[in-house]
């Protein structure tokens, strides 16, 4: 028979065992293109001797964009005033007046929402970069094509572009624009259509075109937006930058000198390591939870 001081150690033990630490749950793992754990800090190093860094997220990932606001404010650490540029897929060339007046801090906030077709999400994925940039007088460029002409060919090819005025010319990529179906990207977004992305005439062949303006008009923007001892930190969907193609292709095509890296955020069941499928995307793999909050 257990005596009473007996009794309450054996309580206590099982108390303590009730008790124990579940294993490490962390909110993302970072890897190389090789699947080998990364450390941030090294990352960090590396990426502010980048001319430009391509961020790319999943537009609704919440911790994404939580990460992309890190990296954007210990970038500012690293680099001296001036020298960090902030480019964004999300606002369009015909819009850059009244970024660059946004983030010269002439132009308020409720105005710039008004005025500049931000994205749904701005207010709670975008607006805090924006706002770090500007408070930190870091210039802001918005890179991507604007819409119409996008959609323009969508839905007919690239040809539609070719009676454009000077001016409305000047807020694409220079044309005409070569389009490689090699690359990875669109070869997927052709699998997607059940054809091949060279098939002349394809239903893919339109929407190939128009995400090849996108990825040449952004990387003709950021090629014009960084200047020398610059790091331009630049937050685009992974489907523009993954594989080191799209803007990436593009950049390299005509600024083969500037030196590039590449975050891609993924999502997997297990962070444990990263999927083989994942590998390679891109230079430092962010590894989200599959279950992670969405924005939208």
């Known amino acids: 028979m257990l005596m009473p001081r007996q009794f309450l150690l054996l309580f206590a033990c099982y108390a303590l065992l009730a008790f124990v630490p579940v294993a490490d749950r962390p909110a993302y793992r970072l890897f190389t293109a090789a699947g080998k754990p990364a450390d941030y800090d090294q990352m960090l190093a590396e990426l502010a001797q980048a001319d430009v860094v391509f961020f790319g997220e999943q537009h609704n990932d919440a911790l994404g964009h ?32 009244l970024v660059a007046q946004y983030a010269a801090g002439t132009l308020p906030d ?69 389009v490689n179906t090699e690359w990875p990207g669109y070869k997927k977004m052709a699998a997607m259509f059940g054809t091949d992305a060279s098939t002349h005439g394809s239903g893919a062949q339109p929407i190939i075109q128009a995400q090849a303006l996108k990825d040449a008009t952004m990387a003709h923007f950021i090629r014009n937006s960084v200047a020398s001892g610059q790091t331009l930190l630049h937050i685009n969907g992974s489907y523009h930058s993954d594989n080191h193609d799209g803007i990436v292709g593009y950049l390299r095509q005509n600024a083969p000198a500037l030196r590039v890296r590449t975050l891609s955020v993924v999502s997997q069941e297990s962070l444990k390591q990263l999927a083989k499928d994942n590998q390679k995307l891109a230079d430092f793999v962010v590894v989200i939870p599959e279950d992670m909050a969405k924005t939208y």
């Not at 918005?142 to 060919?153: E, H, K, L, S």
Request: a positive charge; aromatic letters at 8%.
């Open 110 to 178: 409720t105005a710039f929402e008004r005025q500049a077709r931000p994205w749904p999400n701005y207010a709670t994925d975008y607006k805090p970069l924006l706002q770090f940039a500007r408070e930190q007088h870091i210039n802001i460029v918005g890179t991507n094509t604007p819409r119409p002409y996008a959609r323009q060919v969508a839905r007919g090819s690239l040809t539609a572009l070719n009676q454009l005025p000077a001016a409305e010319k000047a807020l694409l990529a220079p044309l005409p624009l070569q």
């Open 66 to 97: 939580w990460l992309e606001l890190q990296v954007l404010k210990d970038l500012t650490k690293l680099k001296k005033p001036g020298q960090l540029v902030l480019g964004l897929e999300m606002f369009e060339r015909d819009v850059q007046p």
